[in-house]
Antibody, heavy 118, light 108 residues
């Protein structure tokens, strides 16, 4: 079965750090562009970061630029999101998602909750 | 950045009825890069439609997408109980991906 599984979420104080992981099974991660999409409680979807299949091109939303770093280990079949200098407004469920050639997201993980609070 | 505005924000219908959801873009969107998702409480979004009108794998044919330019529509021909959820449109343009704010489809 093709699936993505996120881990690494939790409760962190403002200014703290977390690293999210997204493991793929049933397909080879290295063949696809991937993104992190977050959803604040009761809100809509926001793509916060993306990476090309090779890892050579990355994207960050203005809201996280300079604080989040996306990376991938194609040998381990894992995508990462390093989140530093966390703020209360970063509180959300974070999903990893696989992008299609039509620029849609066809495979999503189950999400991991990040809560930034003192 | 292209802004997507979905309407209505909330839609109350009964099973068996037809649902029409709208997604309007602030500037023209390539039809190749317009998608629709369904999200149920506590679940990840599920891709329904890509390329404005192509159904994703395993999506029932009661779901259809149409439109071009700045106006796109998701139609559910006959609502089933499992179709009541939140629906999002999403576009890619200018190297950016944006989502609409969602339409909540509720049981009447």
């Amino acid at each position: 079965e093709v699936q993505l599984l996120e881990s690494g979420g939790g409760l962190v104080q403002p200014g703290g750090s977390l690293r999210l992981s997204c493991a793929a099974s049933g397909f080879t991660l290295s063949s696809y562009a991937l993104s992190w999409v977050r959803q604040a409680p009761g809100k809509g979807l926001e793509r916060v970061s993306g990476v090309s299949s090779s890892g050579g091109t990355t994207f960050y939303a203005d809201s996280v630029k300079g604080r989040f770093t996306i990376s991938r280990d194609n040998f381990k079949n894992i995508l990462y999101l390093q989140m530093d200098s966390l703020r209360a407004e970063d509180t959300a469920v974070y999903y990893c998602a696989k992008r299609t050639s039509e620029r849609a997201f066809d495979i999503w993980g189950q999400g991991t909750m990040v809560t930034v609070s003192s | 950045e292209i802004v997507l505005t979905q309407s209505p924000g909330n839609l109350s219908l009964s099973p068996g009825e037809r649902a029409t959801l709208s997604c309007r873009a602030s500037q023209s969107v390539s039809s190749s890069y317009l998608a629709w998702y369904q999200q149920k409480p506590g679940q990840a979004p599920r891709l329904l439609i890509y390329g404005a009108s192509s159904r994703a794998t395993g999506i029932p044919d009661r779901f259809s997408g149409s439109g071009s330019g700045t106006d796109f529509t998701l139609t559910i021909s006959r609502l089933e109980p499992e179709d009541f959820a939140v629906y999002y449109c999403q576009q890619y343009g200018g190297s950016l991906y944006t989502f609409g704010q969602g339409t909540k489809l509720e049981i009447k």
